[in-house]
């Protein structure tokens, strides 16, 4: 009997109010109507680049899920961090995720003043939690994490005015922070590895070999709380929560759309992906799903309904199942 294989790809959206994840096929823009239980308020989520597992971040249980793609189940054991994780990353060799943890009394910080927040790592294969932690310095926690297409190097963004860099082999932050003069929330790295590309008050660069930021900062809407660069490295999209909207920037000349995509109620924090083929563009928001079109920059006007809370996108890759004819 002969066969052929067919891509699918699926979207992970966690939900913090259903303390689930909720699937969706980006073919058809379909949700499946079972959710998969995970920890307490979980509010990032990241996927191995060979699409078997995704990783997610509980906010409220100090710990990181695992979820077996194919057969959409989580597996029983979830792993201890220890502290409040709040993002994830995953090597570009998908042998180790790095989790960004805030310090417990940012709990209670009206009593006990907030340290700077480490991050942590786990070994893919194991699912266990390193036992050591690369301490940060400055800020009381951190929100976003990208690295390099090599491996190489960690960005990682403090809720101040400062990015964080990691060295991936030694694990050892490097003792020189990048000031970048606002309140950094989420990042992207270009698929060259040359230029992160961050929000903060507007959306400034970074040269990746030099760590320098450009003294120019881009302007997009109110708030920009997300990234996502296209995989041909061509083009940046920005989400605005306060703006409702999303911003596109041309990568090459660093300038941004003149008009912006609309329709889009509170984008979430690190809540925009893009499809492995370039095409579309997940954004989660409050209470849906919305999608947009690269090539015409235009949104779905039927957003994929969700729960009331999804906090975060992670797409498969194009993995092939066999399938009988």
């Given at each position: 009997m002969s066969s052929r294989a067919r891509c699918r790809v699926t979207v992970f959206v966690p939900d913090y109010t259903s303390n689930s994840v909720s699937t969706i096929d980006v073919k058809t823009r379909k949700k499946n109507p079972t959710d998969i239980p995970v920890g307490g308020r979980p509010i990032g989520v990241v996927v191995t680049p060979d699409g078997k597992t995704v990783f997610v971040a509980n906010n409220d249980s100090n710990s990181v899920s695992a979820i077996d793609v194919e057969t959409r189940t989580k597996y029983p054991a979830d792993i201890d961090v220890g502290a409040p994780p709040a993002a994830l990353v995953v090597t570009p060799d998908g042998r180790t995720v790095f989790v960004a943890i805030h310090d417990p009394a940012a709990r209670n910080a009206t009593t006990t003043a907030p340290g700077p927040g480490s991050v942590a790592t786990i070994d893919v294969k194991t699912r266990t939690k390193g036992p050591t932690e690369i301490p940060l310095t400055l800020g009381t926690g951190p929100s976003g994490m990208a690295i390099t297409p090599d491996g190489k190097k960690l960005f990682v963004t403090n809720d101040t005015s400062v990015v964080s860099t990691i060295d991936v082999a030694t694990r050892t932050k490097d003792p020189t922070d990048i000031d970048v003069g606002a309140s950094p929330s989420a990042l992207a790295i270009t698929p060259d590895g040359k230029t992160v590309f961050l929000a903060a008050e507007?959306?400034?660069?970074?040269?990746?070999?030099?760590?320098?930021?450009?003294?120019?900062?881009?302007?997009?809407?109110?708030?920009?709380?997300?990234?996502?660069?296209?995989?041909?490295?061509?083009?940046?999209?920005?989400?605005?929560?306060?703006?409702?909207?999303?911003?596109?920037?041309?990568?090459?000349?660093?300038?941004?759309?003149?008009?912006?995509?609309?329709?889009?109620?509170?984008?979430?924090?690190?809540?925009?992906?893009?499809?492995?083929?370039?095409?579309?563009?997940?954004?989660?928001?409050?209470?849906?799903?919305?999608?947009?079109?690269?090539?015409?920059?235009?949104?779905?006007?039927?957003?994929?309904?969700?729960?009331?809370?999804?906090?975060?996108?992670?797409?498969?890759?194009?993995?092939?199942?066999?399938?009988?004819?």
């Open positions: 507007s959306v400034s660069t970074i040269d990746v070999a030099t760590r320098t930021k450009n003294p120019t900062d881009i302007p997009v809407g109110q708030s920009p709380n997300g990234v996502a660069i296209t995989p041909d490295g061509k083009t940046v999209f920005v989400t605005n929560y306060e703006s409702g909207s999303v911003s596109v920037i041309d990568v090459k000349s660093r300038s941004k759309k003149p008009t912006d995509i609309g329709g889009i109620y509170e984008p979430t924090l690190n809540g925009v992906a893009i499809t492995p083929d370039g095409k579309t563009v997940f954004v989660a928001n409050i209470g849906g799903l919305s999608t947009i079109k690269v090539t015409t920059r235009k949104k779905n006007p039927t957003d994929i309904r969700m729960g009331e809370g999804p906090s975060g996108v992670a797409i498969t890759p194009c993995h092939s199942r066999k399938r009988g004819r």
